[in-house]
């Protein structure tokens, strides 16, 4: 039963604790520009930061439920909906996020035939308003962001939008950047009202692979990544973060791969090996 899945554990551990915002970055790292299945220009140097709402929308909506008619047919239900406070929030994140980026924000929902999606489009507008009328904010419909995600991607910044098209839009940002198993994400919650610190969850964007386990053939790269992610918005040790990140592209420039990212005339090289490197460039780096 759904329940005993490890997913059903995941959303547990993310509405427990209440991280609402889920970061997922798609960053294509220089070397990797061709293994996207996008041309290399429309990749080269691609970094967007996707804020996907985490705790409210379609994955939790009451009423959830399959039951069978008077008829015999069974008919499915799965309820969207979203308050101007959870809305609120993971605006002001977005916003908070694109200040320290290229500033630019699309707010990506599906106004145009969903009631959430009209209040979603007027709650980002009002705090966009109140409170970041310094940031470029466009409205995009979530299946036009889609395919522009495709025919341009580097033309966003920032994309905020709601738990299941963020599910959506995020894994297909990610694909553009080359490779799912790169890339990492973090889970924030509020701040605390006391000492303005946010619980947070780090995860590669990637989920376990046990059918691989302990046959030194994972790609240790999203994990590191997430521990970047950790440095920089837990800790604000925001040049650290760079000095891992950096340790990464450099460690790929050499030529390295694992197995999921390898190409012709690489160095082909197991967990271990990839993290011992990474850990090597670190400390030449810091040095």
């Keep these: 039963p759904y329940q005993h899945r490890p997913e059903a554990g995941l959303l547990r551990l993310r509405k427990d604790l209440d991280l609402f915002a889920n970061l997922r970055p798609a960053i294509c790292y220089p070397a990797l520009a061709d293994a996207s299945s996008l041309k290399r220009e429309l990749v080269e140097g691609l970094d967007i930061m996707i804020v ?65 999606g009209v209040l979603w489009k007027q709650v980002t507008t009002d705090v966009h308003k109140s409170y970041a009328p310094d940031v470029k904010l466009e409205h995009i419909l979530a299946d036009n962001c889609a395919m522009q995600l495709i025919r341009n991607p580097k033309q966003f910044d920032v994309i905020v939008t709601d738990n299941l098209f963020g599910d959506v839009l995020s894994d297909e940002a990610s694909m553009a950047a080359g490779s799912l198993g790169m890339l990492p994400s973090a889970s924030l919650g509020a701040p605390d009202a006391t000492t303005g610190r946010r619980k947070a969850l780090y995860e590669p964007v990637h989920g376990s692979a046990p059918d691989i386990a302990g046959q030194g053939l994972a790609n240790p790269i999203a994990t590191i990544a997430s521990f970047a992610m950790a440095l920089r918005y837990s800790f604000d040790l925001g040049t650290e973060a760079d000095l891992v990140e950096k340790a990464i592209s450099k460690v790929l420039d050499r030529g390295l791969r694992t197995g999921d990212i390898m190409q012709p005339g690489m160095t082909k090289v197991g967990t271990t090996e990839m993290g011992q490197a990474i850990e090597t460039e670190l400390k030449a780096l810091a040095a």
């Design 52 to 116: 996907r709402e985490l705790t409210g929308g379609v994955y939790f909506g009451e009423p959830k439920e399959i039951v069978t008619l008077e008829n015999g047919e069974k008919r499915a239900v799965d309820t969207q909906v979203y308050t101007t406070h959870e809305i609120e929030r993971i605006t002001k994140v977005a916003f908070d996020l694109a200040r320290k980026r290229r500033n630019l924000v699309h707010s990506a929902e599906k106004h145009n035939v969903m009631r959430t």
